[in-house]
């Protein structure tokens, strides 16, 4: 008899319910993914694939096949040889002056942004609300309308076709979106911590670096990946209020594209829009986690 | 000498009164607790103190100081927060010598001073974690020590317990008054929690709507309610009160509404005033106060009643029955059996009771 009882007590439910691997759900589950993932993958791979081929093998063309002959050819003359205008010097230049515009950019928008949604959160200073408000409303005014107004204003200044200027416009642009973001993180932080930090005699910038600043590298990071993406990919402020000899290196890689003399070297410009797009990729690898983390934060408590 | 005089304090939040011309004095090594339900201004209050709100009227006087104008840091004040408040990068020594850095204190001296701080809270083995690796009573802990650290004349406290589970709570309880006893600062604290305030203060002040509505030790407060919100509010459970009618004859007695067997004989009550017409009225006897089976023969009101639930506490049991249609709860010893339904007699002493004006709900 405790024999039966055993048999039993084995065909009860117990423990993990089994699931089975290949069920109708997980079929269509993982069928959906894995197809728009291709999808979405196939103009990344034929970039690739071009980038790497010499031009008679592009002019068979065959897009999808891979390269019969590897050649790294095309990468270097786009990154030092390829022609704009009367510079043969490559994207090399683009990205230099990219680089110039974008730390700095990045650097001093953030820096007030922060200080301003620290400001907003935590020291209700008379005016807050409606400051507050003014900057909302500039997140919604397109930024076609401010182009000409901030030609004008560079021009006065002295700054028109300087990075400086161009530097000054990302700061101006990026401030609304930031703020808010800035703003509406340190509220998330309990009240109570800066009550405690005031009771201990830290004052504004006391309680912004001391306090405030260490507890906020995740939203930090958001913002690093905002601006760097957001400004590095700037082409409409880059072409005009800049110079050719300051031009960024998206609108370099316009020209180089979009010329109309000559042969059109398909892979170069595949391997030039390939080096473009390589700094947001690269910081959104890096950061990818941070990102999620510091986008999530506060929305659910703990 | 006085440690804390509020005059006349005022705040508004825009339309919103939240304290109004409040006066309050409190004595050099006094434990002041500020009991209230949630949004009675018992916090409000407590941060016009510590000077984290700017306040509308009034002055606030500390060690004889118009602090009105003070920044928190220069009001002597040290304060523990419900949340903790401990800052989460920094370890238990950074959390402990952040203000003294503020202060620009020397190094010797901080380090003296946090030495000090841990023994007295017996947080020495703590000082290089981090608020993240510690419990929930070892971090309020921190945050004593962070008001301890400062050296202050006075501790405001808001809430420090609430956070934490039952048991820590009643260890903590026993600790800050220790605390209170060896440092001897004036202490304010804000709780809704009665057992804390009875516990803690040498009096309370329970407020209610931006008021005061009684300053006094707890003793008073517990025997002598000054009106029917502040009955209810001490005591736990609470104060049983029955509506009826005082009718002023040579004797003063109770008439109960729907019916008394006896009516309590109020002489021996003190008035306030004396009672010269009808007047409709509560009375409160505690449920405590209220004696059961042999003893209840000797009292001066007796009275049968019908058992209807009952709720075993360990040491007592709480009877719940009617009186006259009215609710009527009753303390007996927890080794009594009592069964549901059954008949017992209880009586009371009507100078224990507590006697309210039915309209005003002040004392009488």
């Known amino acids: 008899m405790p024999n039966l009882s055993l048999t039993q007590n084995h065909e009860d439910p117990r423990g993990p319910k089994p699931r089975k691997i290949l069920s109708r759900r997980n079929i269509i589950l993982y069928g959906t993914l894995i197809f728009v993932a291709i999808y979405y993958l196939i103009p990344l791979y034929v970039m ?28 270097v003359k786009a990154w030092a040889q390829a022609c704009t205008g009367l510079n043969c010097d490559g994207l090399s230049r683009g990205f230099w002056n990219s680089v110039k515009i974008t730390i700095p950019s990045v650097f001093v928008s953030i820096a007030i942004a922060s200080i301003n949604g620290y400001a907003l959160a935590n020291w209700r200073f008379k005016g807050a609300n409606l400051f507050f408000t003014i900057l909302i409303f500039g997140a919604f005014i397109p930024y ?31 401030m609304p979106i930031l703020t808010l973001l800035f703003r509406n993180y340190f ?17 504004f910038w006391g309680i912004y670096f001391r306090v405030m600043m260490p507890m906020s590298l995740p939203i930090f990071a958001v913002a690093i990946v905002l601006q760097v993406t957001g400004i590095w990919n700037d082409f409409l402020f880059g072409v005009i209020y800049t110079k ?36 947001p990729l690269a910081i959104y690898f890096i950061s990818g986690k941070l990102f999620v983390r510091g986008i999530a934060a506060g929305a659910v408590k703990g | 000498m006085n440690s804390i005089e509020i005059k006349k304090l005022s705040l508004n939040f825009g339309e919103v009164v939240v304290l109004k011309d409040l006066n309050l004095t409190i004595e050099k090594g006094e434990f002041l607790v500020l009991l209230g339900a949630s949004g009675c201004g018992k916090s409000t209050l407590l941060n016009c103190i510590a000077g984290l709100l700017d306040v509308t009227d009034g002055q606030i006087f500390i060690n004889g100081q118009n602090v009105t104008w003070l920044e928190p840091s220069q009001r002597g004040i040290g304060m523990v927060f419900q949340s903790y408040a401990l800052y989460p990068q920094m370890t238990v020594k950074g959390n402990l010598s952040f203000s003294l850095k503020n202060a620009k204190l020397s190094k010797d001296e901080i380090e003296k001073r946090v030495q000090n701080a841990s023994e007295i809270l017996q947080i020495e083995d703590l000082l290089n974690r981090k ?21 202050v004349e006075v501790f405001l406290f808001d809430e420090p317990l609430s956070n934490l589970d039952a048991k820590l709570r009643t260890d903590l309880r026993v600790e800050i008054k220790r605390l209170h006893q060896k440092l001897d600062n004036t202490m304010i604290y804000v ?26 030790d707890p003793k008073t407060i517990y025997n002598f309610p000054v009106n029917k919100y502040v009955a209810e509010f001490i005591g736990s459970p609470g104060m049983n009160l029955l509506k009826g009618a005082i009718l002023p004859n040579d004797k003063p007695i109770f008439k109960l509404d729907g019916g008394w ?25 505690r449920p405590e106060n209220v004696v059961f089976g042999d003893d209840a023969k000797n009292m001066p009101v007796k009275f049968s009643l019908e058992v209807e639930v009952v709720e075993p506490m360990g040491a007592n049991t709480l009877v719940w029955s009617k009186m006259g249609g009215q609710e009527f709860r009753f303390m007996v010893d927890g080794n009594t059996t009592l069964s549901i339904g059954e008949r017992v007699t209880v009586g009371f002493d009507p100078v224990h009771s507590s006697v309210f004006d039915l309209d005003s709900e002040d004392r009488l």
């Not at chain 1, 694939?49 to 095309?74: A, Y």
């Not at chain 1, 509220?187 to 004052?203: C, Q």
């Not at chain 2, 009665?194 to 329970?206: G, K």
Request: proline share 7%; net charge negative; charged share 20%.
């Open chain 1, 48 to 75: 690739i694939v071009t980038s790497l081929k010499g031009m008679p093998e592009i002019r068979l063309g065959n897009i999808f096949s891979p390269p019969i002959e590897v050649t790294f050819e095309p990468w």
């Open chain 1, 144 to 174: 076609q309308i401010m182009i000409y107004p901030l030609v004008i204003l560079l021009r006065d200044l002295g700054l028109y076709t300087k990075l400086p200027g161009l530097i000054l416009i990302h700061t101006i642009f990026g």
């Open chain 1, 187 to 203: 509220t998330t932080i309990p009240e109570e911590l800066f009550k405690a930090a005031r009771v201990d005699g830290a004052g």
């Open chain 1, 244 to 279: 050719p000899a300051n031009y960024p290196m998206t609108v370099q890689l316009n020209n180089i594209v979009n010329s109309v003399q000559g042969v059109k070297e398909y892979n170069v410009n595949m391997a030039a829009t390939l080096l473009t797009g390589l700094v």
């Open chain 2, 131 to 151: 608020p993240a690796a510690l419990s929930g009573g070892q971090r309020q802990r921190v945050a004593i020590g962070r008001a301890l650290v400062r050296d």
């Open chain 2, 191 to 216: 709780t809704h929690d009665q057992i804390e305030a009875m516990t803690l203060a040498d009096r309370i002040a329970i407020m209610r709507d931006g008021l005061i509505l009684q300053l006094d």
């Open chain 2, 261 to 285: 067997c006896e009516s309590p004989d109020l002489s021996n009550y003190k008035f306030y005033e004396p009672i010269k017409t009808e007047t409709q009225a509560w009375l409160g006897i």
